[in-house]
């Protein structure tokens, strides 16, 4: 059975979200503000952490960097409409992915099995993806460039992945949406290019000129054909 943590100060979305992950098959551990999640997180090592991003005293912006300090946990964070600018910023601190309040719990429970879906991408096969200098090990979800690996959240190996399987073809930014969740939301396009800016960072020796990753103007991104 896989674990969620819950971090949400307010109680009726906690209880809400709680029952609906416990009757769609998840033990579920609650933590009402980030000190308390940090703990909680670090103790019983969560398989996921749905994170509202509007917390008392240690904010959820907060809480998703030291998570991302200390591990790869898929991390969903729940935001008001009018956060759109701490979402981006999330999405650049490593959160996985996120949903807007208020939210259907059918939306956030099959948006909790598409991230750990990705996350569990490590079995089967032996498959390897060469591209470039890069290397993708599927199964071990390990990518490294010559000698050094690379460390990259479930999110962002999946989509490097997608673009690295077929250099040269371009990929729209809804197309790679639904590489990631099964379902495109036109909403959340720009959420592409927050991971695809981690993915630059964390890859390229220059992430200002990406010669790797690019991006085809006005239309999305491709892997560079060699
Ligand atoms: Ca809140």
């Known amino acids: 059975m896989k674990t969620v943590l819950v971090v949400e100060d307010e109680l009726k979305i906690a209880r809400l979200v709680r029952d609906y992950l416990q009757q769609a098959g998840f033990a579920v551990l609650e933590a009402a503000d980030g000190a308390s999640a940090l703990a909680m997180a670090r103790s019983e090592k969560p398989d996921m952490v749905v994170l509202d991003l509007g917390l008392p005293e240690v904010d959820g912006l907060d809480v998703t960097r030291r998570l991302r300090a200390a591990s790869a946990v898929p991390i969903i964070m729940l935001t008001a409409r009018s956060e759109e600018s701490d979402r981006i910023v999330g999405l650049e601190l490593g959160a996985d992915d996120y949903i807007v309040k208020p939210f259907s719990p059918k939306e956030l429970v099959a948006r909790i099995r598409a991230v750990l879906r990705r996350a569990d991408a490590t079995l089967g096969g032996g498959e390897l993806v060469r591209a470039g200098p890069i ?92």
């Open 135 to 226: 290397t993708i090990d599927i199964p071990k979800m390990r990518v490294t460039i010559g000698e050094d690996e690379v460390e990259l959240t479930a999110t962002e190996f999946q989509l490097l992945l997608t673009l690295a399987r077929h250099p040269g073809r371009i990929y729209t930014r809804a197309q790679l949406l639904d590489a990631l969740h099964g379902v495109s939301f036109e909403s959340y396009e720009r959420s592409v290019d927050a991971h695809v800016k981690n993915i630059r960072r964390k890859i390229e020796p220059d992430p200002r000129r990406p010669k790797m990753v690019l991006t085809v103007y006005g239309v999305g991104y491709k892997f560079a054909d060699a």
